[in-house]
């Protein structure tokens, strides 16, 4: 094993040490948000949501089923 390798193997079980704690403090942060003190900020980006939004033309349902049968074709299910 490279040192470049070890070094990555440390950061990453970092990581998965740190992940519980950092979920906790997710979980808090957004069970204590106060949103009647911070409805400008939510305003603003559903409005920068509602501005840049990419429209539809489809729900891709259509896109599902060509994909799928792209799948069966692959796996010899169907023609």
């Known amino acids: 094993m490279t040192k470049y390798d070890q070094d990555m ?8 040490q740190a992940t519980p704690a950092l979920l906790e403090i997710r979980k808090k942060e957004l069970s204590t948000f106060d949103y009647s003190q911070n409805y400008k ?3 603003e980006m559903l409005q920068y949501a509602c501005e840049h939004r990419n429209e ?5 349902l259509i ?3 060509r994909l799928f049968k792209k799948f069966a074709q692959k796996e010899g299910l169907i023609k």
């Open 63 to 65: 896109e599902q089923q």
């Open 9 to 16: 193997a440390k950061w990453v079980k970092k990581w998965k």
């Open 41 to 43: 900020l939510i305003d």
């Open 56 to 60: 539809r033309t489809t729900t891709g």
